[in-house]
Nanobody
Framework: EVQLQASGGGLVQAGGSLTLSCAAS????????IGWFRQAPGKEREGVSC????????SYADSVKGRFTVSYDNAKNMVSLQIDSLKPEDTAVYYC????????????????????WGQGTLVTVSS
């Protein structure tokens, strides 16, 4: 089991940047894929990015490609999500989640694939 804590949210102007962090309670290298999800008010939760902690493969939702960058710091057991060119429609609570029993070259943007969830961090983008 792993516990996750997302942080780094805040109020940002459109066009700005933000880095979200997901800290894991234990060593996750080679054991987990980490996904980032968001849920805007009145909308369903959507997957925006994921990373395989073993081989580093990543995936992004079409809506965020080119603006979001996910990365993994093995030494810190932390996954970061760099968000650039923020848009008002990026406003949401962002969550990180972990999928155990890691498969090579796999990560997913479907929330049902993930076993462990952290508390969210709110990102608000003003126009």
């Amino acid at each position: 089991e792993v516990q996750l804590q997302a942080s780094g949210g805040g109020l940002v102007q459109a066009g700005g940047s933000l880095t979200l962090s997901c800290a894991a309670s234990r060593f996750i290298h080679d054991d987990y894929a980490i996904g980032w999800f968001r849920q805007a008010p009145g909308k369903e939760r959507e997957g925006v990015s994921c990373i395989n902690s073993g081989d580093g493969i990543t995936s992004y939702a079409d809506s965020v490609k080119g603006r979001f960058t996910v990365s993994y710091d093995n030494a810190k057991n932390m996954v970061s999500l760099q968000i650039d060119s923020l848009k008002p429609e990026d406003t949401a609570v962002y969550y990180c989640a972990a999928h155990s029993v890691l498969r090579p070259s796999w990560c997913a943007l479907e929330d049902h694939e993930y076993d462990f969830w952290g508390q969210g961090t709110l990102v608000t983008v003003s126009s």
